[in-house]
């Protein structure tokens, strides 16, 4: 919660001190380059997927063959990423009216870019770690280096240093982020450094599907802020960013909480004694319980709060945009405990003509949308995608494959979890638009209410799920089972 809260400054201070003219470019360059990064995830997803048994069995010279034949493409990777991030910096000029020379935005855009190619030679051994279930080694250090740069950051700014302070400081985070968790990782696996004559080639052919997959996500996902600039400037791209900020860090937030058993989650599919649908459906109610909360809650109070924040004309929010981010929150949180069993069992191979479709659906549509609603239509051009394209494909995907059960299960699950937020979402927007007068009347009162919501949100929701639903109830069973058993183990 803290890297939120410090950024949420820095946005601030970032945008009076160097203008939103500047922040939108940063903003652009970053979506950018995270389809020059595209590989990243991607090759974690696969190369973990491939791990997933040699480890559970200890198994060194299968897990030393996958390794050092992933090694070697992680290397040529890195090496293509840097010719590319060069190439695109000369050409990103053109791209839209800069606040900045020709020289200084191309050097802008490599500067930032370089860090993640050089990493590509640094990330082998941090994914063994990530796939055995222990990335919590590495977590603690990255969010601190992670930390220590939004507070360095507000330092540069309060002290109103040239923004090449901002540039060296973010390429800064990735290197030093990354070297301390191949340290870490190869101190917990001194044998990844043993010499290996032969390599696997499996990873080649996972990898392929996983990038496929990573860029349907990223067309989803990452291309709003390059379609803004494209046709609004930089300055609308510092104001949509300024909103996809705020929901992004609440968003990742509850996807964290959701997706950190996925190594569990993966090792589960392995094992042919466990009841995989049951726990499915456990994890699956856990994950719309919090999308509905965090969605409800940011759907209510996101006026209020970029007025608080930014207090500038131009960045006010209307409640259509916050309905539309609130939507598609809840869909990528609700969508996680399926996208987790698609992965867990490579099924993300079988997906790739959904992930095309997606990538084209998104374009299309934001292009399209932008001309008439302007960030409204870009918002709704996920909105539309999440719910159809994905929403239809997905599900079915890991229903017939994996749980070997009809779709239309699936699909009735989530309309009950989608009448009950909407229905807890209308109650609740009622009562706080009851209340406004007192709420808008102090910062702290509206501190004050947003604890409120959140905590009369959660209370209601919980009530409700476990009540209605048996498989909820069965979490907490679960839960409990476990603090029992460290109990005893402790005794």
């Known amino acids: 919660m803290v890297l939120p809260l410090v950024g949420i400054i820095k946005v601030r201070l970032f945008i009076d001190f160097y203008g939103s003219g500047l922040n939108g470019l940063q903003v652009t360059i970053a979506q950018v380059i995270t389809f020059l990064n595209i590989c990243e995830l991607a090759y974690s997803l696969a190369f973990r997927q491939l791990l997933f048994k040699p480890l559970a069995e200890d198994d060194h010279e299968e897990v030393l063959r996958i390794y050092h034949g992933a090694v070697r493409i992680f290397r040529i990777t890195g090496c293509v990423v840097l010719l590319a991030a060069a190439c695109v910096a000369l050409g990103f000029p053109f791209f839209a009216e800069s606040p900045l020379d020709y020289w200084q935005t191309a050097g802008t855009f490599f500067l930032l870019a370089m860090p993640y190619g050089i990493s590509y030679f640094l990330m082998g051994p941090n994914f063994v770690?990530?796939?055995?279930?222990?990335?919590?080694?590495?977590?603690?250090?990255?969010?601190?280096?992670?930390?220590?740069?939004?507070?360095?950051?507000?330092?540069?700014i309060r002290l109103k240093l040239p923004f090449i302070w901002i540039l060296c400081i973010e390429a800064a985070n990735i290197l030093v982020a990354n070297s301390v968790a191949r340290m870490i990782a190869l101190r917990a696996y001194p044998w990844l450094k043993s010499p290996f004559d032969e390599s696997s080639n499996a990873f080649r052919g996972k990898a392929r599907y996983a990038v496929i997959q990573r860029l349907s996500e990223l067309a989803t996902t990452q291309t709003d802020n390059i379609v803004i600039t494209a046709f609004m400037g930089y300055e609308m791209t510092s104001v949509f960013g300024t909103y996809s900020y705020l929901t992004d860090s609440i968003s990742k937030i509850t996807q964290s909480m959701v997706t950190s058993p996925?190594?569990?989650?993966?090792?589960?599919?392995?094992?042919?004694?466990?009841?995989a649908y049951n726990i499915f459906t456990e994890f699956y109610n856990f994950a719309v319980f919090?999308?509905?909360?965090?969605?409800?809650?940011?759907?209510?109070?996101?006026?209020?709060?970029?007025?608080?924040?930014?207090?500038?004309?131009?960045?006010?929010?209307?409640?259509?945009?916050?309905?539309?981010?609130?939507a598609n929150i809840f869909y990528m949180t609700m969508r996680q405990p399926v996208i987790i069993a698609r992965d867990a069992n490579g099924l993300y191979v079988n997906a790739k003509n959904n992930a095309y479709l997606m990538a084209v659906s998104k374009i299309v549509l934001s292009v399209l949308l932008i001309r008439k609603f302007g960030l409204l239509g870009v918002i709704l051009a996920t909105t539309i995608t999440n719910w159809t394209v994905d929403f239809l494909y997905n599900p079915n995907l890991v229903y017939q494959n994996v749980f070997?059960?009809?779709?239309?299960?699936?699909?009735?699950?989530?309309?009950a979890r989608v009448l009950i937020a909407v229905l807890i979402g209308g109650t609740a927007y009622q009562v706080w638009n009851m209340n406004l007068a007192w709420i808008t009347a102090s910062t702290l009162h509206f501190f004050e209410a947003v604890l409120m919501l959140g905590m009369g949100t959660g209370f209601t929701a919980l009530v409700i799920y476990t009540v209605s639903f048996r498989s909820f109830r069965a979490l907490f069973r679960r839960l409990k089972s476990i603090l029992v058993r460290r109990r005893k183990s402790r005794a």
């Open 290 to 326: 919090v999308g509905t909360v965090v969605s409800v809650v940011i759907f209510i109070v996101m006026p209020q709060f970029v007025h608080i924040w930014m207090a500038k004309p131009l960045y006010e929010v209307s409640v259509v945009i916050c309905l539309a981010f609130a």
């Open 129 to 156: 770690i990530m796939a055995d279930q222990k990335e919590y080694r590495i977590t603690i250090w990255i969010q601190t280096i992670a930390i220590l740069r939004m507070f360095l950051m507000v330092l540069v």
């Open 404 to 415: 070997h059960l009809p779709t239309l299960k699936y699909f009735r699950m989530v309309a």
């Open 262 to 275: 996925m190594n569990s989650f993966g090792n589960l599919f392995n094992d042919k004694r466990a009841d």
